[in-house]
T-cell receptor, first 115, second 118 residues
Framework: DADVTQTPRNRITKTGKRIMLECSQTKGHDRMYWYRQDPGLGLRLIYYSFDVKDINKGEISDGYSVSRQAQAKFSLSLESAIPNQTALYFC??????????????FGPGTRLTVL | AQTVTQSQPEMSVQEAETVTLSCTYDTSENNYYLFWYKQPPSRQMILVIRQEAYKQQNATENRFSVNFQKAAKSFSLKISDSQLGDTAMYFCAFMKHATTSGTYKYIFGTGTRLKVLA
């Protein structure tokens, strides 16, 4: 079984709709992240959480919100989706700094299309 | 602010040949980490290799090695004996965690699409 899972894998929605992307992990990591990937722009950090009581904005948090329901779950919401939020979204986890080679472990991604 | 630049949007290499992907970064930090991630068509992100800035020795992982030039802020990836399975998007990434301020930085470049030709 995958260590980091994301649901849904693909989603098409309409402008103005509320969308939630979910992420679950079985790695036991405290740190979780949400990124979006756009062609030619690489991955950009939306939000990150170092534990269940800690939420931090990333580079591009406008239009997004997150919820850390438990150590293993971190969800991303688009309250009112717009077409320029069409992208590939990744959830990732990492251990404490200095552990696991500071590697981030990624989910399989969610392709979101906003019409 | 830290930035990561990958100046080669696309590259191709013949199977069994060697290819080098370039990455430069800008930072005023002294201690940080650099990574290369691979994203095959399956879109799964996979760590290829990492380098700690305080280590002078270049990291190697089987056919993958880096040329880390700290003063020049350059971190290139060399793939030897290229295989068809190496076809993927490759991302360079910079990571810095300042424990005193709690600041966290994990910045990705825009990627280089590598195609290995049979």
């Amino acid at each position: 079984d995958a260590d980091v899972t994301q649901t849904p894998r693909n989603r098409i929605t309409k402008t103005g709709k509320r969308i939630m992307l979910e992420c679950s992990q079985t790695k036991g990591h405290d740190r979780m992240y949400w990124y979006r990937q756009d062609p030619g722009l690489g991955l950009r950090l939306i939000y990150y959480s170092f534990d269940v009581k800690d939420i931090n904005k990333g580079e591009i948090s406008d239009g997004y919100s997150v919820s850390r329901q438990a150590q293993a779950k971190f969800s991303l919401s688009l309250e009112s989706a717009i077409p320029n939020q069409t992208a590939l979204y990744f959830c990732a986890t990492s251990d404490l700094p200095g552990r696991a080679r500071n590697e981030q472990f990624f989910g399989p991604g969610t392709r979101l299309t906003v019409l | 602010a830290q930035t990561v630049t990958q100046s080669q949007p696309e590259m191709s290499v013949q199977e069994a040949e060697t290819v080098t992907l370039s990455c430069t970064y800008d930072t005023s930090e002294n201690n940080y980490y650099l990574f290369w991630y691979k994203q095959p068509p399956s879109r799964q992100m996979i760590l290829v290799i990492r380098q700690e800035a305080y280590k002078q020795q270049n990291a190697t992982e089987n056919r993958f090695s880096v040329n880390f030039q700290k003063a020049a802020k350059s971190f290139s990836l060399k793939i030897s004996d290229s295989q068809l399975g190496d076809t993927a998007m490759y991302f360079c990434a910079f990571m810095k965690h300042a424990t005193t301020s709690g600041t966290y930085k994990y910045i990705f470049g825009t990627g280089t699409r590598l195609k290995v030709l049979a």
